[in-house]
């Protein structure tokens, strides 16, 4: 079975994400990630195990006792979180995981307060949080850093895992875990995800959940995926070559409304303008007909369900938010659930808890 240690960094960049996935298991054979990098790490049986293990979490702590018991799992470890870019629920969802398994955390939210100040590199950073801590949760504008620091830790004398809560435009695959489990969660007792079509709506050619939920979603069986965006913003082809490879049926259009009728999940995302090359840039395209408001909900069925990876500007209208069809806040938690799993199994803890007496 193949490690890290066991392959030269430039030989390991240049591979197809695919095949990088053994490099990063928890152990020989056992593919649950031990570094959480991008979410082709993750196939069907893989997220079952995840979702699986969220559920019995989320049940564990509904009693004092069951909290107090999945606390003593890691209290003798410490995760640092290093988020070098604004998050809210990303950040504060990883911490409500660390806290309900005992983690203690510590965390840097602004390089202007570390020595990347004085002129430290990223990864010197890292690498110094190596030393006081047992995993790192970093979110960061560089694509491709998380993964050369699972390299790197990989190949020091001290390895710790890392988990990718998001790079550049590229991906952010704890937040495609949710949106999965949500979709699931949504469907459970109405015959399941399979078969059910899934439409992107907003900014997809930069937003990073597209990427990642869009690859997930090819895990399961004869999902549709439908892209709504102007024309600048389109999901870019590496997404789509993905999906035509994957023999799975998608298509690109500018009608929500008519995309939202035959849909079972309508995923809105905002305009991801931090990422323009000029100011104001994105500003000058009309995404007025990419918004989801009262007409659209009213074009949406029943068992329909809207999410949003968060945060949201106006591309939701604050009328959908009372309707039972709204996910978004859901979305939420289920995050902490399953970041929750995700960093119990890092530290192979996934049978001790299912198979606990609660
Ligand atoms: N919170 C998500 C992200 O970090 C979505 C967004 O920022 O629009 O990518």
Redesign the pocket.
């Known amino acids: 079975m193949a490690r890290l240690t066991e392959i030269e960094w430039e030989k390991f960049e240049e591979l197809p994400l695919e095949a990088k996935r053994p490099y990063l298991e928890r152990s020989v054979g056992d593919s649950m990630p031990y570094h959480t990098l991008f979410a082709q790490q993750f196939d069907r049986p893989l997220l079952d195990r995840l979702v699986a293990l969220s559920n019995r979490i989320r049940f564990i702590a509904k009693s004092r006792e069951g909290s107090l018991f999945l606390k003593s799992f890691l209290s003798h470890k410490r995760a640092m979180l290093y988020f070098s ?6 950040f504060l969802s990883h911490l409500a995981a660390c806290q309900i398994l005992g983690l203690t955390t510590g965390s840097v939210r602004d390089a202007a307060t570390s020595s990347e100040f004085k002129g430290e590199s990223r990864e010197d950073s890292i690498r110094t949080f190596s030393s006081y801590f047992d995993m790192i949760i970093m ?1 960061s504008p560089e694509q491709g850093l998380a993964e050369k620091m699972a390299w790197e830790l990989s190949n020091s004398d001290r390895p710790i895992p890392i988990l990718n ?2 790079s550049g435009k590229d991906q ?1 695959p704890t ?1 495609a875990l949710l949106d999965i489990y949500t979709l699931v969660r949504s469907f459970e007792t109405k015959g399941g995800l399979d078969g059910r079509t899934v439409t992107f709506c907003g ?1 997809l050619l930069r ?3 597209v990427r990642s939920l869009s690859y997930l979603l090819t895990n399961f069986k004869d999902v549709k995926q439908i892209f709504v965006a102007p024309k600048e913003l389109q999901v870019p082809e590496d997404v789509t070559a993905i999906l035509a490879e994957k023999g799975v049926p998608f298509e690109i259009t500018d009608d929500l409304r008519a995309a939202t009728r035959v849909s079972d999940a309508i995923y809105m ?2 305009i ?1 303008d931090e990422w323009d090359s000029a100011k104001g840039e994105s500003a000058k395209i009309d995404t007025s007909r990419f918004k989801f408001g009262a007409e659209e909900l009213a074009c949406l069925g029943p068992d329909g369900i809207i999410m949003h ?3 949201r500007r106006d591309e939701i209208a604050t009328c959908c938010d009372r309707d039972p069809r709204a996910m978004y806040w859901r979305q939420m938690r289920n995050g902490m659930w399953i970041r929750t799993a995700l960093i119990a199994a890092t530290f192979g803890l996934e049978k001790d808890i299912l198979n606990c007496g609660y």
């Open positions: 870019q604004p998050s809210s629920r990303t979110r809560a998001g952010h937040q900014d937003g990073r959940t995302t905002r991801q990876p968060l945060p």
